[in-house]
């Protein structure tokens, strides 16, 4: 079955960096656009980035644009965020999925454990 397990997620100051990953499988992983969302206290779960499905495109939210990049690595079934410069407003709970192609809405229903990223001082 599909399996989501995303990981890296930790308290970090405001201006720090983090890098989440997300191991995938189940599924064919080069089939599949992925994408990071998050969801913070109290709030939707949004939709963060999204890479295709070799890597040649990526696409980010408008909040997160020129702080955040998204990776992967086909060989390991990963995907990445690269988060840097952060601020207390990035604190949420970072999810993977999969998608059909770049800021699709999510194709697994079944969403992994997540992983915490809090930013304050």
């Known amino acids: 079955q599909v399996q989501l397990v995303e990981s890296g997620g930790d308290l970090v100051q405001p201006g720090g960096s983090l890098r989440l990953s997300c191991a995938a499988s189940?599924?064919?992983?080069?089939?599949?656009?992925m994408s990071w969302y998050r969801q913070a206290p109290g709030k939707e779960r949004e939709w963060v980035a999204s890479?295709?499905?070799?890597?040649?495109?990526?696409i980010y939210a408008d909040s997160v644009k020129g702080r955040f990049t998204i990776s992967r690595d086909n060989a390991k079934n990963t995907v990445y965020l690269q988060m840097n410069r952060l601020k207390p407003e990035d604190t949420a709970v970072y999810y993977c999925?999969?998608?059909?192609?770049?800021?699709?809405?999510?194709?697994?229903?079944?969403w992994g454990q997540g992983t915490q990223v809090t930013v304050s001082s």
């Open positions: 189940g599924f064919t992983f080069t089939r599949y656009a």
């Open positions: 999925n999969a998608a059909t192609r770049v800021a699709a809405p999510p194709v697994f229903g079944s």
């Open positions: 890479i295709s499905s070799f890597g040649g495109n990526t």
